[in-house]
């Protein structure tokens, strides 16, 4: 087969949302191309570590944001302003949140991808059991105070006691503790960055010699070793497989991704109309306050692609009006404003009605090409912790040993 009847290569990640999506979208673009969704992991070693990117093996890339400073930093993703300048995207860029147009900036100034799949996280909580009169009112007699939606950690941790019933299949709330550089990193950098507190210190330098990040890691280390609201096998999940386990009705609330509330749409899933969204809890310390994380998945054209400006068009049909409604439908999250006004898609989750005000309060994760190495290090302290084989100032210490070293 020749180099241009060869269909076109689109790289991303497992998710049967992303599967049935591209399935969807593909046969309907404009150029023959398909898809092929290694898990994260694997998806990262040949994307950011390896040369799938520019060995000609791939011409689209789904990737997180998270990876794109390093993406760019090697030349690995091609700028897309040229493009834009004759056939732009449907609606671009006005159509798209300020926060979905910032993370795929390059330090030049150009633009490397266009929004497929958002964030960003929220807290998500069963309807069922909140509203329910008898948790009420247990719950108000011990704790003193109404059960509602969490506003701060320490509402947070209440609840989960609150609502842990392993007994009868119930915990209070789910935790993403796979080791894969993502949720684990998320989770701590939201409590870290909730308490007023930074990565670095006054002088620039990596650093995490801070009661704050002690703190955080203390936080994380309870939901598991303390409190035990956590599933133990939780240990072993991702945050895909912590969506599906809490649209199952194996916890009472969650932080996470605000697009796997859409997982309990189906009439199937037992938590069927009883999810809600509510903000990321905040932290009630001084300098603390409410932090979620925004990081989303971007379409991006590989730099060795052999043949761009067919990629560039797949990617443009992608993410259209109409293309961003099949994300939604088929469990992905659509990215456009006009998406999340459409009643049609807004039924299909509960947040879509909360992203306009969601996106406000957003924070990505630092703009560093140092970014693939420091996660390591933040994924490897909170696995310990998640493991229960570091207490929270031993971890702390190491992997503030480990930053230092990146200089």
Request: net charge negative.
């Amino acid at each position: 087969m020749s180099a241009p009847e060869r269909p076109l290569l689109l790289l991303g990640r497992s998710f049967d949302g992303f599967d049935r999506a591209l399935s969807r979208q593909l046969a309907q673009a404009s150029r023959r191309a398909v898809h092929r969704l290694p898990d994260i992991l694997d998806l990262q070693e040949r994307v950011v570590a390896g040369d799938a990117a520019v060995s000609g093996e791939a011409d689209l890339l789904l990737v997180v944001t998270d990876w794109l400073p390093a993406l760019i930093a090697e030349g690995k993703v091609l700028p897309l302003d040229d493009y834009f300048d004759g056939t732009p995207p449907d609606g671009w860029p006005d159509v798209w949140h300020p926060a979905l147009r910032d993370l795929q900036r390059g330090p030049d100034g150009r633009t490397y991808g266009v929004p497929y799949h958002v964030g960003p996280e929220m807290l998500l909580y069963r309807s069922d059991l909140y509203d329910d009169p008898a948790e009420r009112a247990g719950f108000a007699e011990r704790f003193g105070y109404p059960l509602a939606a969490p506003d701060t950690w320490e509402q947070y941790t209440d609840q989960a006691r609150w609502f842990t019933r392993p007994g009868d299949g119930l915990h209070g709330t789910i935790v993403a503790g796979y080791p894969d550089e993502h949720n684990t990193v998320y989770d701590f950098l939201t409590q870290l960055w909730s308490r007023g507190a930074e990565l670095t210190d006054s002088e620039g330098r990596l650093s995490l010699d801070s009661a704050e990040a002690l703190d955080s890691a203390r936080f994380l280390y309870d939901l598991w070793h303390t409190h035990r609201v956590v599933d133990p096998a939780a240990a072993e999940w991702d945050s895909v497989a912590s969506g599906v386990h809490f649209a199952a009705g194996e916890a009472a609330m969650m932080v996470n991704w605000s697009g796997f509330a859409a997982l309990s749409a189906p009439e199937d899933s037992p938590i069927h109309g009883r999810v809600r969204c509510a903000p990321v809890p905040r932290a009630d310390v001084p300098g603390g306050g409410r932090v979620a994380l925004n990081s989303y998945w971007v379409l991006a054209v590989a730099a060795g692609s052999t043949r761009p400006d067919d990629a560039y068009a797949v990617l443009r049909d992608l993410t259209t009006a109409a293309m961003d409604r099949v994300t939604a439908e088929e469990g992905g999250t659509a990215t456009r404003r006009d998406s999340w006004a459409d009643p049609a898609v807004a039924r299909l989750a509960p947040y879509y009605a909360l992203f306009e005000e969601a996106h406000e309060n957003t924070r990505a994760l630092p703009r560093d090409p140092r970014w693939p190495r420091i996660s390591v290090i933040l994924d490897s302290m909170v696995a310990s912790l998640v493991a229960g084989t570091a207490k929270p100032d031993e971890a702390i210490a190491l992997a503030h040993r480990k930053l230092a070293e990146l200089g």
